[in-house]
């Protein structure tokens, strides 16, 4: 074994305020389908959140999966259309995004996790109650004629109800929750829902101490590209009217809203393709994406 360096022993020391702050907190970590990309990147994903239950934090981690089922449904010939980020899922699709999400890649996570040292346990937002889901619409306006259109956009859902039992459960045995984004609705239909949604309603129903949406950008970035570290409510509403904020990255900024305004201290968005981006916003004085606040 090698000795530590002055450097690796300055970083461990300089972790233990932050050790006492998170100890027994719930820290609610989105991985999304694009963080998940690289080998390398999914085992160093799978260490920090080890490392988290080993040192006494209670992580929880709410995937996607994206990338993953356009994948699969390109092996199927099927094609996929979005509305506002949110994939038209029919009755068919929901199948393919149920057998990959709840399936594979809810499998991958909660491996790499068990892995690295930790008991990690993989569920569906269908198991135990946890989320109840109602069907989801979405007004969109005609460019030509300016006038205003509901969409369906089929199966696709949003969280109703979190029902945070066996989640607990799972916390109290010191066992990782692993949560794929498809949800029940009343009549047992199967919904498939937004991963950043779920995130912040597990993350609002938790309490949480933080909520990480871990993601391929490295956070909120302003007019000339350049990370914004932290951000109130306030400055990220002013950014959606002003178009600095756009795309993708809009259903996450409104998800770390939800989450804020729900009792979650804080919500990150971070570069999850950056080796130990977790550690790094968590341990360190820096942190590493964009911290939003109320
Ligand atoms: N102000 C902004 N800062 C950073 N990214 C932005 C911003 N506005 C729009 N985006 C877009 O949002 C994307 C992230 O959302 P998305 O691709 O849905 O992520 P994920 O697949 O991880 O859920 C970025 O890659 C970027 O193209
Ligand atoms: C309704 C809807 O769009 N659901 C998403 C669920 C997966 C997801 O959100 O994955 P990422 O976080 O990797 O983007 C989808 O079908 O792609």
Do not use: W
Request: net charge negative; aromatic share 2%; hydrophobic share 45%.
């Amino acid at each position: 074994m090698t000795e530590p360096t002055p450097d690796q022993m300055e970083i461990i020391s300089g972790a233990l305020p932050y050790l006492k702050r998170y100890d027994d907190q719930i820290v609610v970590v989105k991985y999304g389908g694009h963080a998940m990309g690289e080998e390398a990147t999914a085992l160093s994903f799978g260490r920090d959140i080890a490392l988290l239950e080993q040192v006494g934090i209670n992580p929880v981690v709410v995937h996607g999966g994206g990338p993953q089922i356009n994948s699969m449904l390109k092996r199927l010939n099927v094609q996929s259309t979005f509305v506002q980020g949110l994939r038209v899922t029919d009755e068919a699709m929901v199948e393919v995004v149920e057998m990959v999400l709840a399936g594979t890649v809810n499998k991958q996570v909660s491996n790499a996790i068990t892995r690295a040292g930790a008991m990690a346990v993989g569920i569906s937002g269908k198991d135990g109650n946890l989320i109840r889901a109602r069907r989801v619409t979405r007004t969109v306006k005609d460019p030509d004629s300016n006038i205003e259109r509901v969409l369906d956009l089929g199966l696709v859902g949003e969280p109703e109800q979190v029902d945070t039992k066996v989640l607990r459960l799972l916390i109290d045995a010191d066992i990782v929750p692993v949560v794929a984004p498809v949800g029940a609705g009343p009549d047992g239909q199967t919904y498939n829902i937004n991963a950043d949604t779920v995130a912040g309603a597990v993350a609002g129903a938790l309490n949480a101490e933080r909520m990480l949406l871990l993601t391929d950008v490295a956070g909120v970035l302003d007019e000339n590209k350049k990370l914004i570290p932290e951000m109130t409510v306030a400055e990220v509403r002013a950014g959606i009217e002003s178009g600095m904020i756009s795309g993708g990255m809009i259903p996450k900024v409104e998800t770390c809203i939800y989450a804020i305004e729900r009792g979650v201290k804080g919500a990150v968005i971070l570069d999850g393709r950056v080796q130990h981006a977790v550690l790094r916003e968590l341990f360190t004085d820096g942190g590493a994406g964009t911290l939003i606040r109320g």
